[in-house]
């Protein structure tokens, strides 16, 4: 009876087979008449229960019957694959005559070609670029500008703290104004400072919490607001064109006497007045004055001798004149259909 059922096992096994078409149909057939819970293998497990005499003749048997159906397996499994290897080929053919797909290639951020912009616009007119670091000091950042703790300036800048005590993110790029006249004094300066730099505040069409900044600063002998001037002029011819129109608006900086804000007219409204410009038809471009006498001799400078100017630009701001970018939060806001229009 043993022997009768063995035989049957490998025959249904094998009917089985045949049907098979599939990788999925196949592991189920291997799971069904090879696997552990398979009639072939309950046989092995029954052995126990048989007469002695019996024993090795079943077991070679069932050992019999187990491998002809793996061998049946591996005979399947090589056609399955064969035929669905011929069914790929046949369906997913590749023509190797045409050219190759180019991967996209990335490309400066816009901020960032405008940044490149405004540096060379100086770079040709005689200044040195001088990097300084976005993680600051508060000494730096406003204790050595002029701005001691108790003074109701710093209001002007909602500034991010750290854990650490003294330490700041900082809100402008005028802390690199001490850094770059201390390594130079007493020689002469002429250096942009270009930067990110952060500040706690609402965000609208034209002001964002992170942002990058320029900061331009001449330092010598004889140095007037005249040539302040006539350096910002001239700056804005170079990037907004002839006929460009700006104006210094008297404002107040700590580091600064006497100090400006530099605007230039909207360029969506062409000075009628918009959301963007806020009715007011001007855009301002940055801060401006001559150097502070205090900031002058914390950087090492007699302001006996010495006077200087110094300036804050927004490149940001430049390319949403340039591009006629009307929301200036488009620059961070991670949006590939804005980013790959430059």
Known sequence: EVF????????????????VRDEASLQAWRTAHLGRSSAVMQVFSGLGGLDKELRPQVGQ???????????????????????????????????????????????????TQALNEICQVFVEMGFQIYRSPEV?????????LNIPAHHPARDMWDTFHTTTPGILLRTHTSPGQIRLMREAAPAPIRAILPGMC?????????????????????????????????????????????????????????????????DVQCFLCMGKGCNVCKGTGWLELGGCGMVHPV???????????????????????????????????SFWANDLRFLEQF
């Open 61 to 111: 048997q069932a050992n019999l019957v187990k491998q002809a159906l793996e061998g049946a397996f591996a005979e399947r499994e090589s056609a399955v694959k064969t035929a669905a290897l011929q069914q790929s080929l046949a369906s997913e053919k590749l023509d190797v005559s045409l050219p190759g797909r180019r991967r996209p290639q990335g490309r400066l951020h816009p901020a």
């Open 198 to 262: 952060y500040r706690y505040e609402q965000t609208d069409a034209s002001h964002e919490s992170q942002f990058n900044q320029i900061e331009l600063l001449a330092v010598g002998k004889g140095i007037t607001f005249g040539d302040l001037k006539g350096t910002l002029d001239e700056f804005a011819v170079r990037m907004f064109g002839e006929g460009v129109r700006t104006r210094l608006r008297p404002s107040y900086f700590p580091f600064t006497e006497p100090s400006a804000e530099l």
């Open 136 to 144: 600051e000091t508060d000494v730096l950042n406003f204790e050595l």
């Open 295 to 329: 900031v002058l001799q914390n950087g090492g400078y007699d302001p006996e001798v010495y006077s200087g100017f110094a300036a804050g630009l927004g490149p940001e701001r430049v390319a949403m004149m340039r591009y006629r970018i009307e929301d200036i939060r």
């Open 4 to 19: 009768t059922q063995l035989k049957q096992i490998q025959q249904k096994g094998l009917d089985e087979l045949q049907t």
